[in-house]
């Protein structure tokens, strides 16, 4: 075959891939991190956090998108507050499925349809929950239920805003939407209560595993 020939042959399949694809983006613009940084609570700040949001996008087909970690910082050395539902874009958001999450920040932070069914992995994996072995429920988020940062000492609410892996602690919240009772549904999602300190070990020993809740903002 020519060397002209093949050239129209590449680029023969290369249109026909392109028209496959329709030019679209992929649908997914929300996920839990199937893998945590490895290193407890301390996931390189949020430069780190939303790095990893977007490499595990890439990695899936959905690095088109502009990907942020949910998670809030706490006012530090003069550095002010971050607010995790400032970070995130407008919504709407829907999972791997194509399962709609909430349609706008409101309502995110309101009636939303985050749960354990809901709330997969960048792979369309359910993430465990409350009882299951090992628990890993626990999502890192350093956020208010408003999806606002909050006051205080950094090391005692974002393990010194996402940079600590030993003593300290991070609010957490429970994408099973599951407390110590089976029968309490409501439990926040983003702000459930703070974990046993920064490290692997620690996040692990409260029923985390270091995972965080990413969002596409385009």
């Given at each position: 075959m020519?060397?002209?020939?093949?050239?129209?042959?590449a680029s023969a399949a290369l249109l026909a891939l392109g028209c496959a694809g329709g030019g679209k983006q992929h649908p997914m613009t929300f996920f839990i991190t199937s893998a945590g940084s490895g290193n407890g609570a301390d996931l390189g700040?949020?430069?780190?956090?939303?790095?990893?949001c977007q490499t595990l996008a890439a990695a899936v087909g959905a690095g088109g998108r502009t990907w942020r970690a949910y998670l809030s910082?706490?006012?530090?050395?003069?550095?002010?507050?971050?607010?995790a539902r400032d970070r995130i874009g407008k919504g709407p958001w829907q999972n791997v499925n194509g399962v709609v999450i909430a349609n706008n920040v409101g309502e995110l932070h309101g009636k939303n349809n985050l749960n354990k069914q809901t709330a997969l992995t960048e792979k369309g994996t359910m993430?465990?929950?409350?009882?299951?072995?090992p628990n890993m429920h626990d999502i890192l988020t350093g956020s208010q239920p408003d999806g606002t940062a909050l006051a205080g000492d950094a090391a005692k609410t974002t393990?010194?805003?996402w940079t600590l892996s030993g003593e300290g602690a991070a609010i957490v919240g429970h994408h099973d939407r599951a407390g110590l009772k089976d029968d309490a549904p409501s439990?926040?999602?983003?702000?459930?209560?703070?974990?046993?300190g920064c490290s692997q070990a620690n996040l692990a020993s409260s029923g985390g595993a270091g995972l965080v809740y990413c969002f596409a903002t385009n």
């Open positions: 020519s060397k002209l020939r093949i050239a129209m042959a700040g949020l430069a780190g956090a939303d790095r990893q910082t706490t006012a530090s050395g003069g550095t002010p507050a971050v607010n993430v465990n929950g409350r009882t299951e072995k393990c010194g805003n439990v926040s999602w983003n702000s459930s209560h703070p974990s046993r």
